[in-house]
């Protein structure tokens, strides 16, 4: 135990003389992610099959060039990485990813690198928690000369059987092995129970880090955002035709959200990202403009960074790659 407070304090200690050097803090860092965009569906989609979109490193200059600052790059690393230790990630699959990487930053935008859709570890945390901590060390060691602009995130939306009293117990030996060769690399961690603000309460944030980024995400109301999604089930064609008009009651429900996380990030001293949002195109166009405006305003209110989910994938998405456009009222409802 001795030695583990040792080595705490000396990489606390690292990490405060690299804020007297000059380095942003988790703070400055998380106020340059926003307006930011998910690139979501292609390197977290399930393979072989995958979801039939493509990466393509000109997309991020069109992120960019439409004025957004943050990027967000779900990757599912775990279906690249063996079965048994050491867990060795694809180095192809590594050279796919830093491709893009290397475009978004050269498109100017700052990147939080998400481990996403680790279905394994969901179902059985005790079973997987090796492998999930030996691809995090590969991570943090093949990223470690990266700029302060690349970010990690932890992990995408824990649940399941990935309980918070497991989650809390896993974060900071996740967090230890980034720390090992990435003292100062601001990175994100969010909630259990899908990654909502009703899991806060229950969240343990490891102590005396000071380049941590709370993330949370929010869908509310879900049967307005989700009516219509195949993938929540059949149940979600009930909720078709639902609108969101900003009425004074959907507006105190979505500031209440709001507000929650934003006591905890006072309380515990850290910046907050709101690490997605967004709303199925089976809803009417109008409620979903009104929607997103709602949710890009109260995020700039209350000082929180956001991604918008989802750029050219899928249904929630705010560009058309057929067309090679954006669907504008959108888009104009992210930006500020």
């Known amino acids: 135990m001795a030695l583990k407070a040792s080595i705490l304090l000396l990489l606390m200690a690292r990490a405060a003389s690299a804020h007297a050097g000059g380095v942003p803090d988790a703070a400055a860092v998380n106020r340059g992610l926003s307006p930011g965009m998910n690139y979501g569906a292609i390197f977290d989609a399930k393979p072989p099959e995958g979801w039939g979109w493509v990466a393509k490193e000109g997309d991020f200059k069109i992120i960019a060039a439409a004025g957004f600052r943050g990027l967000r790059l779900p990757v599912r690393w775990d279906a690249e990485a063996g079965l048994?230790?050491?867990?060795?990630?694809?180095?192809?699959?590594?050279?796919?990813?830093?491709?893009?990487?290397?475009?978004?930053?050269?498109?100017?935008?700052?990147?939080?690198?998400?481990?996403?859709?680790?279905?394994?570890?969901?179902?059985?945390?005790?079973?997987?928690?090796?492998?999930?901590?030996?691809?995090?060390?590969?991570?943090?060691?093949?990223?470690?000369?990266r700029p302060r602009r690349v970010l990690f995130e932890i992990l995408n939306e824990p649940h399941d059987r990935l309980t918070p009293g497991l989650w809390n117990a896993l974060l900071p030996r996740a967090l230890a092995v980034i720390r090992r060769e990435n003292p100062d690399r601001v990175v994100l961690v969010g909630t259990a129970d899908w990654g909502g603000p009703a899991a806060?309460?229950?969240?343990?944030?490891?102590?005396?880090?000071?380049?941590?980024?709370?993330?949370?995400?929010?869908?509310?109301?879900?049967?307005?955002?989700?009516?219509?999604?195949?993938?929540?089930?059949?149940?979600?064609q009930a909720w078709l035709g639902t609108r969101w008009t900003g009425s004074f009651k959907e507006n105190e429900d979505l500031r209440g959200d709001?507000?929650?996380?934003?006591?905890?990030?006072?309380?515990?001293?850290?910046?907050?990202?709101?690490?997605?949002?967004?709303?199925?195109?089976?809803?009417?166009?109008?409620?979903?403009?009104?929607?997103?405006?709602?949710?890009?305003?109260?995020?700039?209110?209350?000082?929180?960074?956001?991604?918008?989910?989802?750029?050219?994938?899928?249904?929630?998405a705010v560009y058309d790659e057929k067309t090679g456009a954006w669907r504008s009222d959108l888009k104009n409802a992210i930006l500020p």
Do not use: C
């Not at 000071?210 to 059949?234: E, K, M, R």
């Not at 690490?275 to 166009?285: K, L, V």
């Open 84 to 145: 048994a230790a050491p867990y060795t990630i694809d180095p192809r699959f590594f050279a796919r990813v830093d491709r893009m990487l290397d475009a978004a930053l050269g498109a100017g935008l700052t990147v939080v690198l998400d481990f996403h859709n680790f279905d394994g570890l969901m179902a059985d945390p005790e079973g997987q928690k090796a492998r999930f901590l030996g691809i995090w060390d590969q991570l943090a060691h093949h990223y470690r000369g």
């Open 200 to 236: 806060l309460d229950s969240l343990r944030l490891p102590a005396g880090d000071p380049n941590i980024i709370l993330s949370f995400h929010d869908y509310s109301p879900f049967h307005f955002t989700h009516q219509g999604a195949s993938w929540v089930g059949p149940q979600s």
């Open 258 to 316: 709001f507000e929650r996380v934003d006591a905890y990030a006072r309380a515990h001293g850290v910046p907050v990202n709101l690490g997605e949002y967004g709303s199925n195109d089976a809803a009417d166009e109008g409620s979903r403009v009104l929607w997103t405006a709602a949710m890009s305003h109260a995020a700039r209110r209350f000082g929180f960074s956001y991604f918008y989910w989802e750029f050219k994938a899928g249904t929630m």
